[in-house]
């Protein structure tokens, strides 16, 4: 039911900023956990930064100080900013939204990020 669209991709150089969007079709405040996910090519899904009610947020270490992730729950939107771009941060990035039961884990589209000179 619930659906993830990511916005805010682009081409950037390096030291340069992007702000990410996940737009959901349903309240963000049902999920028990929200974040976003990135991919490059020839790698496994990692995790980038999550955001929950209990424990806050977290990041990986390769992005902190770096990426933020925030929400407006009156738009049902959450964000990243990612300042400071290295080619490193090159991936397509993905929306994840967990319900609260565990039962269900709800993915975005993608968006890609590229990071060069």
């Known amino acids: 039911q619930v659906q993830l669209v990511e916005s805010g991709g682009g081409l950037v150089q390096p030291g340069g900023s992007l702000r990410l969007s996940c737009a959901a079709s349903?309240?963000?405040?049902?999920?028990?956990?929200m974040g976003w996910y990135r991919q490059a090519p020839g790698k496994q899904r990692e995790l980038v930064a999550d955001s929950s009610r209990f424990f806050g947020t977290n990041y990986a270490d390769s992005v902190k100080g770096r990426f933020t992730i925030s929400r407006d729950n009156a738009k049902n939107t959450v964000y990243l900013q990612m300042d400071s771009l290295t080619p490193e941060d090159t991936a397509v990035y993905y929306c994840?939204?967990?319900?609260?039961?565990?039962?269900?884990?709800?993915w975005g589209q993608g968006t890609q990020v590229t990071v060069s000179s």
């Open positions: 994840y939204a967990g319900s609260w039961d565990r039962s269900t884990n709800y």
């Open positions: 349903g309240s963000i405040e049902s999920m028990r956990v």
